[in-house]
């Protein structure tokens, strides 16, 4: 029985193996392209919505605003569990652009949805 809970790793290793891993795919090149597939999805499944379309061109910033933050709902939730500042993913400058320039890109393109599927 032992040697079974000797060959578990401690806590610590178990961290530090996941924040290694962590930083390597952050620092990666393709992380860009991952968080901007992301938010091009979140926005067409927003447009999906009934409404949606007239809302956008109504209220073009609140809808900006509201696609991004249901982009990232995940990191917001993340960091209300870890007790940090909610709104920590609005110092990610390249998250706000990338959100912003899809966000526009898809307003304009607002066809761009139903032509892909």
Not at 65 to 89: H, K, R, Y
Request: glycine share 4%; hydrophobic share 50%.
């Amino acid at each position: 029985m032992e040697a079974v809970i000797e060959s578990v790793p401690p806590l610590m290793v178990v961290y530090e193996a996941m924040d290694k891993t962590a930083h390597f795919y952050a620092s990666s090149p393709l992380f860009p392209l991952f968080t901007i597939v992301h938010f091009i999805i979140t926005a067409c499944a927003l447009r999906s919505e009934p409404g949606s379309l007239q809302f956008a061109f109504k209220h073009p910033v609140g809808s900006c605003v509201m696609t991004f933050f249901v982009a990232s709902s995940g990191t917001i939730l993340t960091n209300l569990m870890l007790g940090q500042p909610l709104l920590d993913c609005l110092t990610n400058e390249m998250a706000v652009f990338s959100g912003i320039l899809v966000w526009l890109v898809e307003r304009e393109l607002h066809s761009f949805y139903f032509v892909v599927i």
